[in-house]
């Protein structure tokens, strides 16, 4: 079977980045922990685990060592409370998501009630919340901001990961309803390159298989994207889920890969599809 890969997918700027810094804190050999997963993929926080990096849930759970805190942040509450527990911390945050943060800050101070497009409960949306005022809230359909009862000055951000097209109806739908309302779109251009990667090998595919971890946020988006053009779409995290059924009388597929997907689990799926 023919494969064609999207022309971007796989790791972006901001999670090669999160890798380096802590592979080179690892090397030195200290007690290293990372909060949650570095990045929303098992097979590469396994990898780092059998580096000597463990991951811990709560800051509480480590007396002493180094704390990473993740690519997509974290609220600036916790890594104050690390600081003040006595861990040395290596802050791993993704610029982008650090300019979300900065500028949900400035609208904040500026008087507007500051909405986050993004997944509720998502660990990058919470960072955001964290820095924009108490009356920030998170809104993640044009329904929802529709239902939403605003102040009458409103400044809108996104989620890094977030779809362009499903932000711009929330923004309308909010700039319909409220006296004064600014927006940023703060998607990232790794977000939007593997979007539009994907929207344009759709039409020469029959099938497209999304590479991911399951609590990606940005590997969810590119699985939404890929239904929304109507091809049979199969999200998997690793080669060993492909069924050999899922492409009876096809020739020619997709693959695509989110942004914290590494290289070497693309090849082995590609590797697989081709056999098949
Ligand atoms: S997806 Fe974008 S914001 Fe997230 S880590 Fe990658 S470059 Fe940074």
């Known amino acids: ?61 480590i007396k002493e060592g180094w704390i990473v805190m993740p690519s997509h942040g974290v609220p600036k509450e916790v890594t104050n ?20 943060h900065k500028r949900a800050a400035e609208l904040a101070r500026a008087g507007f009630q ?25 809104v993640s359909s044009p329904e929802e901001a529709a239902a939403t009862e605003w102040s009458d000055r409103v400044g809108i951000v996104a989620q890094t990961t977030q779809v362009e097209d499903r932000f711009r109806r929330i923004v309308e739908t909010i700039s319909a309803n409220v006296k004064d309302a600014v927006a940023f779109d703060t998607i990232c251009y790794a977000t939007r390159d ?7 090998l759709a039409p020469q595919v029959q099938a497209i298989v999304v590479v991911g971890g399951r609590n990606s946020a940005n590997t969810n988006r590119l699985r939404e994207i890929c239904e929304s053009t109507g091809l049979p779409t199969h999200h998997i995290e690793t080669a060993d889920e492909i069924q050999p059924d899922w492409f009876t009388s096809m020739d020619i597929v997709g693959l695509t890969a989110g942004a914290s997907t590494p290289n070497w689990i693309i090849e082995e799926v590609k590797r697989k599809l081709e056999s098949g």
């Open 194 to 200: 593997r979007q539009n990667a994907v929207l344009e």
């Open 1 to 61: 079977m023919k494969v064609i890969v999207a022309e971007h997918a796989g790791f972006c700027f901001g999670v090669k980045r999160a890798l380096d810094m802590v592979l080179k804190a690892a090397d030195g050999g200290r007690p290293l922990y990372t909060l949650g997963p570095l990045i929303h993929n098992p097979q590469v926080v396994e990898k780092l685990r059998a580096a000597g990096v463990e991951v811990v849930q709560d800051i509480k759970n």
């Open 114 to 138: 500051v909405a986050v497009v993004g997944d509720a409960g998502h660990s990058e949306v919470k960072g955001i919340l964290s820095a924009a005022g108490d009356d920030a809230a998170t």
């Open 81 to 100: 409370a690390a600081r003040e527990a006595g861990l040395r911390v290596i802050d791993v945050t993704c610029p982008f998501v650090a300019k979300v």
